[in-house]
């Protein structure tokens, strides 16, 4: 079974609107993280936002938060007011445990292209 | 301050050449990473590194590659013997203390194996 699933290859958003990529996750592991990166088409990767799964309050970031519906294992990224700088691919990734052991697992990311 | 740093950026070699793929990590960061990105597999973990030793080296895909991190400031990645089907773009990142903090990506090195 994949650990993390992100069913939409690509996604399109008007600039100025808000726009939900839609990231679920499988783990047994009580204590996970789970983490959104950014590769624009320069290739670097970037990160974004990250939600522990203690965390009682959904993470922001500026214009990014994180829709973190524990009982579901979704983990959406919300983007507000999209701009075109935002278009790129976007990658959930999530960490299961804790310590050295653990390590991060990406999805298959999500192409976002802001239109005008 | 640097991030992560990777060199040579772009590699072009023949099959059944060695490769040597380098990495400087974030100065102070603990954690490094070898990830491979194909469009095919998407990204893949290959190998990390707490504290300069190997804890999973799992993702490795065979034999021919290995790794190695002789001090906290240096990683290699080889491949020996190349084969096309290693082209990929090979990723290094770092990241320092508890496993909730994020990791630093470097640039990137994009291998082609003719």
């Known amino acids: 079974a994949q650990k993390i699933t992100q069913t939409q290859p690509g996604m399109f958003v008007q600039e100025k609107e808000a726009v939900t990529l839609d990231c679920t996750y499988d783990t047994s592991d009580p204590s996970y993280g789970l983490f959104w990166y950014k590769q624009p088409s320069s290739g670097e990767m970037i990160f974004l936002i990250y939600q522990g799964s203690y965390d009682q309050q959904n993470a922001t970031e500026g214009r990014y938060s994180l829709n973190f519906q524990k009982a579901r294992k979704s983990a959406n990224l919300v983007i507000s007011a999209s701009q075109l700088g935002d278009s790129a691919m976007y990658f959930c990734?999530?960490?299961?445990?804790?310590?050295?052991?653990?390590?991060?697992?990406f999805g298959t990311g999500t192409r976002l292209q802001v239109t005008l | 301050d640097a991030g992560v740093i990777q060199s040579p950026r772009h590699e072009v070699t023949e099959m059944g050449q060695e490769v040597t793929l380098r990495c400087k990590p974030i100065s102070g960061h603990n954690s490094l990473f070898w990830y491979r990105q194909t469009m095919m597999r998407g990204l893949e973990l290959l190998i990390y590194?707490?504290?300069?030793?190997?804890?999973?080296d799992s993702g490795m895909p065979e034999d021919r590659f290995s790794a190695k991190m002789p001090n906290a400031s240096f990683s290699t990645l080889k491949i020996q013997p190349s084969e096309p089907r290693d082209s990929a773009v090979y990723f290094c990142a770092s990241s320092f203390g508890s496993s909730y903090n994020e990791q630093f990506f470097g640039p990137g090195t994009r291998l082609t194996v003719l």
């Open positions: 990734a999530m960490r299961e445990g804790t310590g050295t052991a653990s390590k991060l697992t």
């Open positions: 590194f707490n504290n300069n030793v190997p804890i999973d």
